[in-house]
């Protein structure tokens, strides 16, 4: 620490915050190695983040200037969320439920939410109401209450885009090699899943299908 000061006195407070936030942001939590040999690592605690190592270094867009590298030493931090999810009726007549459940823990999904429904074509129309007016939507609540489904609603850091992720395009054809749509989906009406696009998404839609009380 004495080290990491004395370098540091160099610097503002304010100019060393100010640094500290640019070049946080600019450096991936994955580099871990110190990019100056003989500078020691480096804890700082009024850097926004809950640990962070740092080491002295050239600024790498402006040569010349001395800085500092800051590196998280935890994982990325994301706000622990929540999302909606279907195994859609193609899916689940197929068999696929138990496959995709697994792999839902496998990522590494809380399933706070679990049930087996079969909608009716007013309430598949409901959840999809968005997209009331495109050409699609008679097929889509047809398709979506042609047999039961298993809704669920998950929590991890970042769930809403790490289930989308996990999913792949709404297109099996077109979803990347590996995601659960391109494995288990048929067309682009039958692709199996569903999950929430956004925070205000994800909210209607798991209170369309939950009550809190049935949130554990
Ligand atoms: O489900 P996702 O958010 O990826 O796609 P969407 O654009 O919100 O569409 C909702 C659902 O409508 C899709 O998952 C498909 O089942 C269906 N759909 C379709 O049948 N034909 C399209 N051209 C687009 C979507
Ligand atoms: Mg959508």
């Avoid at 939507?137 to 489904?149: N, Q, R, V």
């Avoid at 929590?155 to 979803?175: F, H, L, Q, S, V």
């Amino acid at each position: 620490m004495a080290g990491f000061l004395s370098f540091a006195s160099e610097f503002s407070a304010a100019t060393v915050d100010t640094r500290a936030r640019a070049l946080y942001y600019r450096v991936p939590h994955e580099i871990r190695q110190p990019v100056c040999a003989a500078a020691p690592w480096m804890i700082l605690s009024n850097v926004p983040a809950p640990v962070l190592c740092a080491a002295p270094c050239d600024l790498a867009d402006q040569p010349g200037v001395k800085g500092f590298m800051f590196f998280n030493t935890l994982k990325e931090e994301k706000t622990v969320e929540r999302t909606f999810a279907i195994i859609k009726p193609d899916a689940f007549a197929a068999g696929h439920a138990g496959r995709i459940l697994t792999c839902i823990y496998e990522a590494g999904f809380t399933v706070v939410g679990m049930k087996k429904i079969w909608l009716s074509e007013v309430q598949a129309g409901g959840f999809y109401h968005v997209h009331r007016d495109r050409p699609f939507f008679a097929d889509l609540t047809a398709f979506m209450s042609s047999g039961p489904c298993v809704a669920l609603v998950l929590e991890a850091p970042g769930a809403i885009a790490r289930w989308r992720e996990r999913m792949g395009a709404t297109d099996p054809g077109t979803a990347a090699a590996g995601t659960l749509r391109r494995e288990f989906g048929t067309s682009i009406g039958c692709n199996a899943l569903h999950g929430s696009d956004a925070p205000d998404t994800a909210a209607f839609e798991i209170g369309y299908f939950f009550s809190g009380m049935e949130l554990l």
